[in-house]
Every structure is written in C-alpha cells, then in structure tokens.
C-alpha cells in the first residue's frame, strides 16, 4: 500500500496538477483511489502511466488526466445526483461517488457492470446504483439529475438525457467520431442549453440505437 501511495501522489503532482487539474477535492480522491483495483492484473504494472488501458469487451479504462478534467467539469459539490452512462471499470464512478450525493450507473456491457460493482463493493462505496442497459436512454424513472456524464462518444447526443437534465444541470459528454472528438458541456439553465467544447479526446463509441 505504501508502493501504491507513493505511485498516486506521483501520478496526481506529475501528470494531472502541471495539466491545470486544481481542485483540492479532486486531487484528493485521485491520491486515495487507487487506479490499480480498476484494471485487469496483467496490466497493473501501468496503472498509473497516463494512458488508457483495455478491460475486456472491447472497452478502456480512461486515462487519468482525462477522468480528472470530466471529473473537475462537473464542478460537483457533493449535493448531486448524477448519471454516469458507461460505467467501464468503475474507476470514474468512484470519483463521482466520492464527490457526489448519488450516482446512477448504466453499462451496456454486463460483465463489466457486475466487475464494477464487486470492486466498488469492496471499498464501501454505497451510495451508487447499477443498471445494465442501454445508455441512450438514460434513467428515466430517476430524472431528473443534476449532472450527467458519459464516457463514451455520439456523433449526435442523444434527447433523452436533456430530458433527464435537471434545470440548472449540466451535462459532460464526448461528442464526435472516429476523425475527431472532443469533450462538450451542456449547460442547462432557465429552460435554455448553451454549449462549450474544449478538450480534445479519444474515447470508444456510443453504443445502442
């Protein structure tokens, strides 16, 4: 654990603080999560180069800066119910639960969902559910949510998830295809949506029809 403590604040002070990632809260749980429980163990031995890395199903874990921009883009205080569609490893989802009030998780991939789950399981994390599902559709029965971030891109973002965005919310999503994409936030205030996009990425596609 000490070798792990010492990988963390080596990761957080040499690849994410010099990249602009300032939130004291942000940094802290990125120093005390550990990225290694996220990611299959052949790969432990990269667990916190700054790259993404696979985890079956044709999926990645994101890389870290990339988690920790998405993650201080939310400007979360701790009061927030929040989707997260792609739950992926989990390790996003344990950012968010650490800084947020809920977090509802859909995966479309089972395995991983259940992967997820046991991980999160085993480091107390309560306040988050899982759903294996169709993210396009976001969760309807639990709209609306104060912030909603996606881990996967669309060309185009799908209308359930405006419809499920709180007023004032905001949404987090990468937008674009395989030329091109970057991350695009959604603000939703007084019924009207204004857009900024600014950071260039690279994240598997949106699945689902």
């Known amino acids: 654990m000490v070798d792990a403590d010492r990988q963390l604040r080596w990761m957080v002070d040499l690849q994410l ?4 990632i300032d939130d004291p ?3 802290e749980v990125f120093r005390t999560i550990d990225r290694a429980l996220f990611v299959p163990p052949d790969l432990h031995s990269y667990a916190y180069e700054d790259r993404p890395l696979g985890i079956g199903e044709g999926q990645t874990i994101s890389q870290p800066y990339m988690v920790a921009i998405m993650t201080q ?9 929040v989707l997260e569609i792609g739950t992926g490893s989990g390790y996003q989802t344990a950012m968010l639960a650490a800084l947020a009030r809920e977090v509802y998780t859909i995966e479309v991939h089972g395995p991983l969902l259940e992967r997820a789950r046991e991980t999160l399981g085993g480091m107390g994390v309560a306040n988050v559910r899982y759903r294996v599902g169709n993210g396009r559709l976001g969760w309807p029965e639990e709209a609306p949510f104060d912030r909603i971030l996606c881990a996967a891109a669309a ?3 799908p209308p359930a998830w405006f419809d499920q965005l709180g007023d004032p919310g905001l949404l987090l999503t990468p937008t674009g295809g395989p030329e091109g994409q970057i991350l695009t936030c959604v603000t939703k205030r007084g019924g009207r949506l204004s857009w900024r996009e600014f950071c260039p990425c690279r994240f598997v596609p949106l699945v689902g029809g």
């Open 17 to 20: 603080v010099p990249r602009g």
């Open 25 to 27: 809260l942000v940094l």
């Open 73 to 81: 883009s939310l400007l979360l205080t701790g009061a927030e119910r």
């Open 155 to 157: 060309d185009v973002i």
